[in-house]
């Protein structure tokens, strides 16, 4: 691979962010992050990025807010939601919205998360 995928982490907690920046290798990957819907939205607008991966719980709103905004000006946009949300409605309907994936935050969750982002991209 001669180009570095690009994404874009949404999360608002530092802990988790570190350890999926930690799981995702620099040579494999480019890596945005935002910690805020508003920064999420900023980034994602401003800039290509082959997926974003978008916790649910962030400070000023939601992450089913942020993928229906993304998802509204670029429909083709690879977007993942990765939450400690076990929630089945929003699961469903995040999937049915578009999204190619989701991951809830179990123990360990962020050891398989450059194989699950790999096969969305590579799908």
Known sequence: MSEKYKLLLIEDNPEHLEL???????????IDTATTKAEA??????KEYDLITIDYYLPDGNGLEVFTAIHDRNS???????TAADDPELSFS???GG???????????YTQLKERIIENLEE
Do not use: R
Not at 76 to 82: E, F, L, R, S, W
Not at 99 to 109: E, H, V
């Open 20 to 30: 999926m920046i930690e799981h995702l290798p620099n040579e494999i990957f480019e």
């Open 41 to 46: 939205l900023e980034k994602a607008m401003k």
């Open 76 to 82: 083709d946009q690879k977007m993942i939601m990765v």
């Open 94 to 96: 995040v999937m049915k």
């Open 99 to 109: 999204a190619l994936d989701y991951i809830i935050k179990s123990f360990k969750y």
